[in-house]
């Protein structure tokens, strides 16, 4: 089977596809295999290796290497943010490495509608149950996978079409977004040039948006790290280790992280997030 080999330096391919902010790769023995972009990626890390394999082997590299952020020099972040605060620091040791993702700005917008009030194991089935039932089809290693669809693969899908693929109460806003791009009262390709809060105003006049989803989409697709998703894990270690457990408004909390963090915010709120939820802090 044909491979690529990719030297990596503070990298942690487990910590980054585990960490919650993706939901279409799967641990299969040594590997990782997800579908990404174009093609199908199986994917492992031995010490600064990392071994790919694919469906597609043309530009595998360089769609690697940005999907994971691999062009951006960690040693300087990391660096820098281990001198925050003895909080930060102790994350970061625990989980060196952990990336933010470059994923497609649809899929990401879609999969994090239906993240709202959800849980993981769920917002995936949804997920592929949507890349199954109207994306491409690519066999691989003797499997079948599905590309995420196109909005205009999905434009003559329903509401009903959705529920019928475990979205619940958020069919409505899939379809209504979806139906935004299709008609051209949003252009995808120029809301991701936008700055980062005319793109947030943008992505919270879509329905089923609110503050942590868009968040969340500007962090895990657009890589804008300034940014501070509040979700109830980041909460809860905020309020342990910023405010002595006492009850906080996510206002406080979300400033207390803007006058502290800066510009690496959502990676330290990542590290703060794995931590809390693994129990290592």
């Known amino acids: 089977m044909e491979e690529i080999k990719i030297k990596v330096k503070y990298f942690n391919l487990?910590?980054?596809?585990?960490?919650?902010?993706?939901f279409r790769w799967k641990k299969q023995n040594e590997f990782y295999i997800g579908v990404i972009k174009d093609r199908v990626i199986?994917?492992?890390q031995d010490g600064d290796t990392l071994y790919v394999r694919s469906n597609d082997m043309n530009n595998l590299e360089s769609v690697v290497k940005e999907y994971f952020d691999l062009n951006r020099d960690?040693?300087?972040?990391?660096?820098?943010?281990?001198?925050?605060?003895k909080y930060v620091e102790k994350a970061l040791k625990n989980t060196s490495g952990m990336r933010?993702?470059?994923?497609?700005f649809f899929e990401t917008i879609v999969s994090y509608?239906?993240?709202?009030?959800n849980n993981i194991p769920r917002i995936s089935k949804s997920v592929n149950e949507i890349s199954k039932r109207y994306g491409k089809e690519i066999e691989f290693e003797g499997e079948k996978y599905y590309l995420f669809p196109t909005p205009e693969q999905l434009k003559d899908v329903t509401i009903d079409d959705y529920r019928a693929c475990g979205v619940g109460?958020?069919?409505k806003y899939i379809y209504s977004t979806v139906k935004k791009i299709n008609n051209n009262e949003i252009n995808?390709?120029?809301?991701?040039?936008?700055?980062t809060q005319d793109l947030r105003k943008e992505l919270l006049n879509l329905m089923g948006i609110g503050p942590k989803v868009a968040d969340c989409i500007l962090l895990f697709s657009c890589q804008r790290q300034e940014v501070f998703p509040i979700d109830v894990w980041v909460e809860r270690v905020m309020k342990k280790l910023y405010f002595n457990d006492k009850e906080v408004s996510k206002k406080e909390i979300l400033k207390y992280a803007c006058d502290n963090f800066g510009n690496d915010a959502g990676i330290i709120q990542q590290h703060l997030f794995y931590n809390i939820r693994e129990n290592m802090i």
């Open 14 to 22: 487990k910590y980054t596809l585990e960490c919650g902010q993706c």
């Open 100 to 104: 933010h993702l470059k994923q497609d």
């Open 113 to 117: 509608i239906i993240s709202a009030n």
């Open 169 to 171: 109460f958020r069919d």
């Open 74 to 85: 960690y040693s300087q972040i990391e660096d820098r943010i281990s001198k925050v605060d």
């Open 42 to 44: 199986k994917i492992k």
């Open 188 to 195: 995808l390709d120029k809301m991701q040039e936008m700055d």
